[in-house]
């Protein structure tokens, strides 16, 4: 009995303790993330994995072309792209030269920066910044980074020729469409041709593999396109890296095209039923006897002005038309009321959807103030210009700087910037700026400013800096001196005195004359 009492608690043992494993088995087996799980609320979620070119690979030409339509098509694309260059460029010069050279004092060395400053501006004009002599460096910079965002990428050539103008460099753009993204090979020295970009092993991009021709030339047919490779130290390939696996880039605004292809094509139907509902058409039905009223359509009769009508019930609608009702027959009017009361708020509601995918204030993408004040408005502006300026930081570091330093020893070695190349190092110090904006309450702005500057906390070169002067530090203390000379000159007082000077002060009368209250007026400054 005993034993038998004990072999009985052997078995209720193994039992819970096989009940507890297999619970810390089904444990186990579920997923830590929820959004990782598959089952019948996820079976609609389609998943491809794959490396950064591998995604892209199929479809990176028709997100091209379908970006590029919604582009021509107007609408929010090209307020998009607009907006961005706007925000991004400065208007004539894309981003401000400021170089920071420093002489053996640790002083600004004025004179190199002055010359170098002066060169790059008469470089940056369009007889000397491309081959074709047709566009300036803002022009360069406005197709990189509507390219860059349309199409996904851009490419520039840096051509190195003493005879293309006095600086030896210049540039040659090229469409994102010349780089064969449909070449692809593993080559005999380990090197991987992938979308037309050469990588080594270490994955370090040695080579582009350009068309000769652009592929989607419509002009001229029947062409056979060859394929160059040009090594990468000639290549600027400017796009927004998403990936580390990445060779090209995809269109930025891929993750809110779908919305707006689909808002498009809403608002011109919409605005088509909205026309047929002015109109007010309608339905003739037969008379009593169930025939037709009329025998046939190709049935004639003479309208106003010797204009002929058909006898077909049914007619084009025109705005105020009247017809006469056929003997007999009834009338169904035809009354669609579009567009609906919602229609304004589902709008705004695919048009919010579509600003968040591309990263973009709702009244910047769509110029609608009027929900707006000015704590929204200043909340808004202020994330939106950090986003600006990260895509400048991103354009100043990945095109503007790979352009000027070849631009600057190019330069030197030609003579047409008098600095010695032994001081290449000590000279390349530029400092580029992009578009910088006004508050909403600029007043207040510039007290808090003044504020900053009696704290300590900031220096008035932080202030230019973040302003949108054209000139520096030294040029604006220069430019204010000369100022003040010239006012000296003609006679003219710039400083205003103080407020609390120009109150008129009241003093005990010791004088004849006297305000007759015992204290006469005397005003600041006389």
């Not at 420093?102 to 002055?114: C, Q, S, T, V, Y």
């Not at 460099?169 to 064969?180: C, G, H, P, V």
């Not at 790979?402 to 000279?427: C, G, H, K, Y």
Request: charged residues 25%; glycine residues 10%; aromatic residues 8%.
């Amino acid at each position: 009995m005993h034993i038998h009492k004990k072999l009985i608690s052997a078995i209720r043992g193994f039992r819970s303790g096989w009940k507890v494993k297999a619970q810390a088995a089904k444990l186990s087996g579920r997923r830590s993330y929820q959004a990782g799980a598959f089952n019948r609320l996820t079976q609609d979620w389609r998943i491809s994995g794959g490396d950064g070119d591998s995604e892209v690979r199929f479809d990176i030409e028709s997100l091209r072309e379908r970006s590029r339509d919604l582009e021509r098509s107007g609408g929010l694309m090209v307020r998009y792209l607009n907006a961005s260059e706007k925000n991004v460029l400065k208007t004539g010069c894309g981003f401000e030269l400021q170089n920071r050279a420093l002489n053996g004092w640790g002083r600004p060395d004025l004179a190199a920066n002055e010359m170098i400053e002066e060169a790059w501006a008469e470089w940056c004009k369009p007889k000397n910044c491309t081959v074709t002599g047709e566009e300036s460096f803002y022009e360069v910079c406005r197709l990189a980074l509507r390219s860059r965002k349309r199409d996904g990428g851009y490419l520039l050539r840096k051509i190195i020729d003493p005879k293309a103008n006095a600086f030896g460099f210049t540039l040659q753009m090229y469409e994102i469409d010349y780089l064969d993204v449909n070449y692809n090979e593993v080559l005999g020295n380990g090197n991987k041709i992938i979308m037309g970009v050469e990588k080594n092993a270490q994955y370090k991009t040695i080579a582009y593999h350009m068309l000769t021709e652009h592929p989607k030339d419509m002009m001229f047919g029947g062409r056979v396109y060859r394929r160059v490779r040009i090594p990468a130290e000639e290549i600027i390939h400017y796009f927004l890296k998403q990936r580390q696996s990445q060779c090209v880039g995809v269109p930025e605004a891929s993750a809110a095209m779908l919305g707006m292809h689909h808002l498009r094509e809403y608002e011109i139907s919409e605005m088509i039923a909205a026309r047929g509902a002015a109109n007010k058409g309608g339905y003739f039905t037969p008379g009593d006897d169930g025939e037709s009223p009329y025998s046939g359509e190709n049935e004639q009769t003479t309208g106003e002005l010797g204009t002929e009508k058909t006898g077909a019930i049914l007619g084009d609608s025109e705005p105020g038309q009247m017809d006469i009702l056929p003997k007999g027959a009834g009338f169904i009017p035809y009354d669609p009321t579009h567009p609906t009361q919602q229609f304004g708020d589902f709008v705004r509601n695919c048009k919010l959807g579509i600003a968040s995918g591309l990263d973009m204030a709702y009244s910047t993408l769509v110029g609608d103030m009027a929900d707006a004040n000015f704590s929204s408005m200043r909340t808004g502006l202020i994330d939106e210009r950090r986003t600006f300026m990260k895509e400048q930081a991103h354009m100043i570091e990945h095109l503007v700087i790979p352009i000027f330093e070849p631009w600057l020893a190019t330069a030197m070695t030609m003579r047409a910037v008098n600095i010695s190349m032994s001081r290449f190092a000590q000279v390349n110090k530029p400092m580029f700026r992009g578009v910088r904006w006004d508050w909403v309450d600029p007043l207040k702005d510039m007290q808090a400013e003044e504020l900053a500057l009696k704290l300590k906390i900031k220096t008035r070169q932080q202030i230019i800096e973040q302003s949108d002067s054209d000139m520096d530090l030294e040029e604006t203390f220069a430019q204010s001196g000369y100022e003040k000379e010239l006012a000296k000159e003609e006679g003219i007082e710039l400083e205003e005195k103080p407020a609390a000077q120009q109150k008129a002060k009241m003093e005990p009368d010791d004088a004849a004359a006297s305000n007759g209250n015992g204290r006469k007026i005397v005003v600041a400054g006389h």
